[in-house]
């Protein structure tokens, strides 16, 4: 009780230091067992070839439109996702839409995607 602050402050400080010295000697432990198991286990280094590929390049090829019919009558989930976007979005009944055909635009001009990209980076 007649400690004065600083040197409880410093017991303190010297516990802190303790454990972490603890803490970092126990790592440097589980370091070595990994480094030994890798070891004895003949993990070799470099084994693996990596191929550096730089992802800002651009290949540009031949790019073809694929378009795509999708029979309504197989993929039910797929035209009631539709309809529930295209009733949102119009703000009709679903009663009111008849989807007679599917089919795959091309995603790279596609409007849908310039719009949700924008709507993305101003939001």
Do not use: C, H
């Amino acid at each position: 009780m007649n400690e004065s602050i600083a040197s409880k402050f410093a017991f303190s400080l010297n516990v802190s230091f303790v454990a972490m010295a603890i803490v970092f000697g126990i790592l440097v432990i589980l370091w070595f067992v990994i480094r030994s198991q890798s070891f004895l286990l003949g993990e070799k280094k470099g084994s693996k070839v990596e191929e550096s590929v730089d992802l800002n390049e651009v290949k540009k090829g031949n790019i073809e439109e694929v378009l795509q019919t999708i029979d309504i009558s197989k993929d039910y989930e797929i035209v009631a996702a539709i309809m529930a976007a295209l009733s949102a979005e119009l703000d009709t009944p679903i009663s009111g839409l008849n989807i007679k055909s599917i089919k795959r635009v091309n995603t790279l001009n596609s409007n849908w995607q310039k719009t949700s990209i924008d709507e993305k980076l101003n939001n």
